[in-house]
Each structure stands twice: as structure tokens, then as C-alpha cells.
């Protein structure tokens, strides 16, 4: 069956980026939604971004200026690069994949979590 | 954007129970909700969408009801089972960006 894989570094400095990427294995990444989704204690669970496999992506406005999604169909792989991270972007990230636009997120990833901090 | 409000947000309840959870969101969006079960260091699993449609594999005990102008959401599990000790969340997909409730905790 179809499985996200999130890697990341676990800890960024404030200021710098994020870079995460979300392997996909046991399907294909064409042609279904591929998201970001993260989870904080203070601000519950938050949608950040999706990339479809074409390339065309929409992004939360809480982050857009600081994001980028994006998808390397060759290596069933998507990913995120969120700039100028601060505290509040202390949180674990998931990837999960979703049929359509307008549709439940039906594969997560099993998460990796990012701590922001000097 | 849209907001989901669950409630209540901690629920004591006993095996064997029915269940009732509520999400309410701050405007009508039609049948674009999703409820999610997420044990300690999970990651969320969907259990319905579009307000009634069980995911694959989920057992027929969860079951996902509208009403309210197609503001007010209920997941209900019929007989609660120790496996079902959990967060639920709800989540909208009818509106960018797509936003989750809180979430309700079930404990013993």
C-alpha cells in the first residue's frame, strides 16, 4: 500500500530554512494532491501547503510568503522549504496526500518533528 | 477562513458507550467535512469523510451525520471500544485554507 515518508533535520536555528522532503513509495505521486500539514500544542492541527503533481501548488496565507512546495515526480518526492522560521514554526510536520481538491487527506506520513531554536 | 469548533474538548467515557462528538463550523460548508482519529504519536487516520463516508477499512461502529444548514457535524461511535480511546478531529475542505477543529479527547 501506498506510504509517506518524512525526513527532515529536526532542529533549524531561528531565521534560517526549513527544508523537509516526503518520499512516497508503494503508488504514484501523479496525480493526487500532496501536502503539508503540522501540528502544534498551541495552534492544534495546521494545513500549510499542497503541490499537485503537475507542479501547481496553493499555500496557507498564514506562511505563503516564506514557502515554497514542490514535487520531483522522478524520485516520487515531494517537498517544503519554509524561510525565516522562528519558534512558532516549532511543530511536527506531516505529509499527506489527497484524491482531489476538496477532499479528505486519506495517507499520512508518520511525521517528523522540527524544533526551532538557537 | 472557515472555523471548526469541537466539542467538548475532554469526553470521560466507558467501553461500550455511544458516543457523540460535535464540530460546528462558522459557516455552511456543505458536506466538505472530514473526521480524523489520532492515538499518542500517530499520525491522524481518517475515518469519515464528506460528513458520512467511512474510509476504507474503518468500522462500521463510527458512523458521520450534517444538519444545521450543513453547519453542525457529528461523529458518533455506537459501542465504544478500548481501541477508540483517542483524539477525533474534524477538518473542512470546502474552503482555502482548509482548517481543523481542536479536537475532542475520549479517556477512560
Known amino acids: 500500500q501506498v506510504q509517506l515518508q518524512e525526513s527532515g533535520p529536526g532542529l533549524v536555528k531561528p531565521s534560517e530554512t526549513l527544508s523537509l522532503t516526503c518520499s512516497v513509495s508503494?503508488?504514484?505521486?501523479?496525480?493526487?494532491?500532496w501536502s503539508w500539514i503540522r501540528q502544534s500544542p498551541g495552534k492544534g492541527l495546521e494545513w500549510i501547503g499542497y503541490?499537485?503533481?503537475?507542479?501547481?501548488?496553493n499555500y496557507n496565507p498564514s506562511v505563503k510568503s516564506r514557502l515554497i512546495i514542490s514535487v520531483d515526480t522522478s524520485k516520487n518526492q515531494f517537498s517544503l522549504r519554509l524561510s525565516s522560521v522562528s519558534a512558532a514554526d516549532t511543530a511536527v510536520y506531516y505529509c499527506a496526500r489527497a484524491n482531489a481538491v476538496g477532499d479528505a487527506f486519506d495517507i499520512w506520513g508518520q511525521g517528523t518533528a522540527i524544533t526551532v531554536s538557537s | 477562513e472557515t472555523v471548526m469548533t469541537q466539542s467538548p474538548a475532554t469526553l470521560s467515557v466507558s467501553p461500550g458507550e455511544r458516543v457523540s462528538l460535535s464540530c460546528r463550523a462558522s459557516?455552511?460548508?456543505?458536506?466538505?467535512v472530514a473526521w480524523y482519529q489520532q492515538k499518542l504519536g500517530q499520525a491522524p487516520r481518517l475515518l469519515i469523510s464528506l460528513a458520512s463516508t467511512r474510509a476504507t477499512g474503518i468500522p462500521a461502529r463510527f458512523s458521520g451525520t450534517v444538519s444545521g444548514a450543513e453547519t453542525e457535524f457529528t461523529l458518533t461511535i455506537s459501542s465504544l471500544q478500548s481501541e477508540d480511546f483517542a483524539v477525533y478531529f474534524c477538518?473542512?475542505?470546502?474552503?482555502?485554507?482548509?482548517?481543523f477543529g481542536q479536537g475532542t479527547k475520549l479517556e477512560f
Open positions: 508503494g503508488g504514484p505521486i501523479a496525480f493526487y494532491y
Open positions: 459557516h455552511s460548508i456543505s458536506r466538505n
Open positions: 503541490v499537485f503533481s503537475s507542479g501547481s501548488t
Open positions: 477538518q473542512q475542505f470546502h474552503d482555502w485554507p482548509y482548517t
